[in-house]
């Protein structure tokens, strides 16, 4: 017998195993492998034993594609021999890829932090190149625009970590980052781009996940948390709605799309809100409603109105109570007992517990109890069964057989499965008992077996050798023997078999038992056991302390393998609120294993199964000892060879109190200053130490919140590991919070709130003020008092009425003091902390300006006057004359290299000049690399943002498709030629040339000319091309730096409309240079020379000094 996987993967070891049994004599046996037209040879031994077990690793190099492989056995004696031939499937091996961000959701001018992290099926490190055939990670924006992409990516131990800087003005919406693993597989990970405001606090809605049509009551609760674990004081309106279905609401207004209760209330003092809904009115047995009821519960906060909301969902279902086979098999042995598992559970899907099930099978029929989980075991007698198919049924109470076209009945679903009896010609049996519960990685589980052996099968024999293998993932991971002593005559009984659970048998294994019995026939069983989702590194990852005052001094301490490395992640809380992400688990990272469950011997298109062309029965029913077999039916008996046909195909299945304000008074200082505020505060990798330790300190940022933290790790020795997320509390008993939007504009109104929290265990006394500022105007919106008092888990608001005055990022300082004042909060002494005492809380706020910037003041020829509708603080004017026009590279490069931003024409202008620095200080070799980095930085985000002007038909105009406004052909051939020359510095699309080549061509007239299309409202940046001809001269000169060879069609066409206009001869001056330069481009040598000698002509000369009078506005 030969055992080994139908489906092998390519570099990755796999295993055949071969049996001979009940030799008489010394044999030779070899194996060879035909694969990719070579012939490799697993075994060639001489065998002399009777019976021999063995198994032979191997692997395969990787293939260009899917292919079928050949595997021959051969057994050669002195009188025996034996040659099999059989075909199995080679597929390359897949990495596990898998990327991590930061976090889940981007502000603009935010960078974006990720990983990209490779692993093979055993979860151990790639260290591969990202580089596959020209697939390199890239970053992709909302509308599909390969805005980046990075080359030569190596992984160390697995783990790459990059990042990407987002413009102050990017597309918003989702974007993704690809990594390419093949031609035909690469994965994505998403993230967020917008405009937010992070939350405070998070509304939970609690309700049952389902109630039945019997329910008189819905309990509902809403409560609301700030991230740092307190409850939100303020007011709930809970909203308890049911739909109506589509189709009873067609001829309806809005009123009639649902049913619905409401009530409003204050929250308690767990920040909760609860009440109790009575069903009657949602008529939950009347049909024409949706089967499921939606609340929303809205939280408004007391003191800044804030207004945060939660939802929840309950379903409706008809199901009193359904019964399930949660474990039986499809087969079974006469003789051996039928084992399995029922649960009964109400419409909840809630277990019932002490209830009686019937289960019944043939005749026979047996009662038994729930427990509390609502499950069952069971055990059946097959001694008197003989059928060769049985209905086995559970009941737990009679269905009711009714239909009402308005109403809906309850019901008790059964439980109803077809088993099939398993053949075997001597009637002996082995049957592995499944296990019920998840196995538990890091110790063995011991498996029970049960078997019946007739006399005619083992005649005098008393030791019977049992075979045993423990398949997952695609292989053969164990293999080993039991031998089994037996009684003579009827020998039936069982015998356990152990094998330890690690994760190299996650999350699926499949075992399969079996013997040869000495007249050849082969008796198995094979059982599937889950197993937990566990990985071969254990990480573990702790705060300490886990609580901390902000700007105060913690320890992360990590414990992982020895030399491992390991990637660190902490994240505000309200990050995640903003935007839940799935969090990265061992199940996730089980996920990433590919399809792999086949059973039978065919994957995708292949099927491998051959013909029985010698079968060993006839195709008549056979009556045998009793029973009656039934030839080639699909649902009919099981046999050995189903059972090995299985498990030789194995793959893995896609499938604040007051205690704490006292610890944190002692190193609490008199007055705290926070202004450090990020959304990621740890990002990092570490490698551990030859103990398997690792420590960062670090310093707890301002932020009152909740920071999760999480690690993976990455080691060549024990593979990949993964933290559960902890958690740092950061929080000081006394302090006060800014409510702020994202933006304002300039000289328009906003209110500005401060909240004083005192989480004290006394009351206070407190002042409140903003600091001046020339940068906006601040009056209290009511009248501001000296003090205010705040006792025991209270809070106060004061509020400004603010009118900024400057641009850009505007500071924000309030500061709030607990006051050494005698006067008494009502009748309650007032108390000052001696630590602690005050809290000074500094925020930015972008300030932006009312509408679009102005560009008429470009509009004038070389005009420094300014109209009066110019945005105060937005003009720029820059003077200089130079005989060299790079001659002030190394004394301003502050000057030449700019951040482009603004509209599609100013990101242009300011894009352009980066690539004239950097080709001109590379080729003086005057390039540092502070200089190098600072050009390519600006030049990314200046192509980043140049793609938000682009059309869909590859052209581009001042402000992209918005404004309905059409591509302009002088822009989009400045932005294709410009790309074009930014290639040699960064990552271009080179889709994005294609497109704009494209739609210039489309412009090209009859006569080779460039007919002009769109607006520009900065037509000094065209210089002088204002007509056909220096439009198309410039058109030509883009197409040939790109470069397209002269002998393309649109360049030679576009050529004759230049050698037809070069022959005139009231040609501008300007027209007549632009021209010389494309002739120039294109060789044509004779046109250059002409045209220069006519310019030559037209200069005016003084002295030494030449130059040309050109008027072209």
């Not at 093949?182 to 994505?188: I, M, T």
Request: some cysteine.
């Amino acid at each position: 017998m030969v055992l080994l996987p139908f489906l092998i993967h390519t570099d990755s070891p796999e295993k055949v195993c071969v049996q001979l049994t009940h030799l008489n004599e010394s044999v030779t046996l070899s194996a060879t492998l035909e694969y990719q037209g070579e012939n490799r040879s697993l075994i060639d031994d001489v065998v002399s034993e009777k019976d021999v077990f063995t198994c032979i690793p191997f692997s395969l190099p990787k293939s260009n594609s899917t292919s079928v492989a050949f595997l021959t056995v051969m057994v050669k004696g002195a009188t025996l021999q034996f040659r099999s031939r059989k075909s199995v499937l080679v597929k390359n091996s897949e990495s596990l890829v898998f990327v991590q961000t930061d976090k889940p959701i981007y502000k603009p001018g935010q960078t974006v932090l990720f990983r990209i992290v490779s692993l093979d099926k055993d979860f151990y490190p790639l260290n591969e190149k990202v580089d596959h055939n020209s697939f390199y990670p890239h970053l992709q924006d909302p509308q599909r625009n390969r805005v980046y992409q990075w080359q030569g990516v190596e992984l160390e131990t697995g783990l790459a970590q990059l990042s990407f800087p987002l413009t102050s003005d990017p597309i918003q919406g989702t974007y993704k980052i690809v990594v390419q693993k093949s031609f035909s597989s690469y994965v994505e990970h998403s993230f967020s781009v917008k405009e937010y405001v992070l939350p405070k606090y998070e509304v939970l809605v609690k309700l049952p996940k389902m109630i039945t049509i019997k329910d008189k009551e819905l309990p509902v609760s809403v409560c609301g948390l700030y991230t740092y674990g307190k409850p939100v004081p303020g007011l709930v309106h809970v909203q308890v709605c049911r739909k109506f279905s589509h189709s009873a609401s067609n001829c309806y207004g809005k009123e009639a799309e649902a049913v619905c209760e409401e009530f409003t209330r204050q929250v308690n003092a767990r920040g909760c809100a609860s009440g109790v809904v009575r069903t009657k009115i949602f008529q939950l047995q009347r049909r024409g409603y949706e089967m499921s009821i939606e609340v929303q519960g809205k939280i408004t906060e007391d003191g800044t109105g804030i207004e945060m909301t939660g939802t929840g969902s309950c379903g409706i279902t008809p199901i009193m109570s359904k019964i399930s086979f949660d474990l039986l098999d499809s087969l079974y042995r006469p003789g051996i007992p039928l084992f399995g598992k029922v649960k009964l559970v109400d419409g909840t899907d809630a277990p019932i517990a002490n209830e009686t099930i019937t289960i019944s099978v043939d005749s026979v029929e047996g009662n038994y109890t729930t427990d509390e989980q609502g499950q069952s075991w069971f055990s059946i007698d097959t001694t008197t069964f003989t059928q060769a198919s049985l209905e086995i049924r559970a009941d737990h109470k009679p269905e009711l057989n009714c239909y009402d076209s308005e109403w809906i009945t309850p019901s008790y679903e059964h439980a109803m499965r077809r088993i099939n009896r398993f053949y075997s010609p001597s009637k002996s049996f082995l049957k592995i008992e499944p296990k019920p519960e998840t196995l538990t990685c890091g110790s063995p589980t011991e498996i029970q077996v049960h078997y019946i052996f007739t006399p005619e099968a083992i005649g005098e024999q008393k030791k019977i050798v049992i075979y045993y293998l423990v398949m997952a993932k695609g292989g053969i991971i164990l293999e080993d023997t039991h031998d089994l002593t037996v009684n003579t005559g009827d020998a039936y009984g069982t015998f356990q078999l152990t094998f330890p659970v690690e994760a190299t048998i996650a999350p699926l294994a499949r075992m399969l038992v079996y013997t040869i019995l000495p007249s050849g026939e082969v008796i198995a069983s094979s059982a599937d056991f889950q197993v937990e989702s566990c990985l071969p590194n254990k990480v573990r990852l702790s705060f300490v302390p886990k609580e901390g005052l902000p700007a105060s001094n913690t320890r992360l301490q990590l414990h992982t393998s020895p030399r491992s490395l390991c990637a660190l992640r902490a994240v505000d809380k309200s990050v995640l609120l903003m935007k839940p992400e799935d969090e990265l688990s061992p199940s996730s990272v089980y996920d990433l294993l590919p399809l792999k469950e086949i059973r039978g011997y065919s994957f995708k298109d292949y099927y491998l199964e051959e013909d029985n062309i010698n079968p060993c029965v006839s195709l008549d029913n056979i009556l045998l000892n009793g029973f009656v077999y039934i030839p080639i039916s699909p649902d009919g008996e099981g046999d050995a060879y189903d059972i090995l046909k299985v498990i030789t195909a194995l793959n893995l299945l896609d499938d604040l109190d007051d205690e704490m304000a006292e610890h944190m008074g002692a190193g609490n200082p008199t007055e705290t200053v926070r202004k450090y505020f990020p959304e990621t505060w740890i990002w990092d990798i570490v490698s551990v130490n030859s103990e398997g330790n690792a420590a960062l300190d670090v310093t707890i940022p301002d932020t009152i919140t909740e920071w999760k933290a999480n690690a993976f790790c990455t080691s060549a020795d024990t593979g990949f590991g993964l933290s559960p997320t902890v958690s740092l509390r950061a929080f000081q008993p006394f302090f006060v919070e800014l409510t702020l939007p994202y933006s304002v504009v300039r000289g328009e109104s906003f209110t500005l709130k401060a909240t004083v929290f005192n989480y004290l265990a006394a009351c206070i006394r407190v002042s409140v003020s903003l600091a001046e500022s020339t940068h906006f105007l601040a009056t209290p919106v009511e009248k501001q008092e000296e003090s205010y008092c705040i006792c025991v888990n209270e809070r106060k608001t004061v509020a400004w009425a603010v009118t900024p005055r400057s641009l850009g990022q505007v500071e924000f300082s309030v500061s709030t003091e607990a006051l050494q004042n005698q006067q008494p909060c009502g009748n309650i002494i007032v108390e000052t902390p001696e630590k602690g005492r005050k809290d000074t809380v500094i925020r930015q706020l972008l300030v932006e300006v009312c509408g679009l910037l102005s560009l008429v003041s470009m509009s004038e020829p070389v005009s420094l006057v300014l109209p009066e509708t110019v945005v105060d603080g937005s003009a720029r004017a820059y003077f200089s004359v130079l005989g060299d026009i790079m001659g002030t590279a190394m004394q301003n490069l502050h000057q030449l290299l700019q951040m482009p931003f603004g509209c599609g024409e100013q990101n242009m202008v300011l894009f352009a000049p980066n690539i004239y620095v950097l080709d001109y200080l590379n080729k003086t070799e005057q390039l540092s690399e502070e200089v190098k980095s600072k050009a390519i930085g600006y030049l990314v985000s200046g192509y980043q943002r140049q793609l938000k002007y682009k059309h869909w038909d590859g052209s581009y105009s001042t402000f992209g498709p918005r404004y309905g406004q059409v591509g302009n052909t002088w822009l989009t051939a400045f932005v294709l030629k410009s790309f074009a020359q930014a290639r040699p510095h960064i990552f271009i699309d080179e889709k994005h040339i294609q497109d704009a080549l494209v739609w210039l061509t489309q412009k090209q007239k009859e006569n080779g000319c460039f007919r002009s299309s769109g607006t520009l409202l900065n037509n000094a940046m065209k210089g002088g091309v204002n007509d056909e001809i220096t439009l198309t001269a410039y058109i030509i000169i883009a197409l040939l730096e790109i470069p397209l060879p002269v002998t393309h069609s649109v360049v030679r066409n576009a050529l004759f409309c230049l050698e037809t206009a070069a022959d005139e001869k009231e040609n501008h001056v300007y027209t007549k240079a632009l021209m010389a330069y494309a002739f120039a481009l294109a060789g044509k040598e004779e046109k250059r020379k002409a045209l220069l000698g006519s310019l030559e002509k037209e200069a005016v000369k003084k002295g030494e000094c030449s130059w040309w009078d050109i008027s072209f506005f």
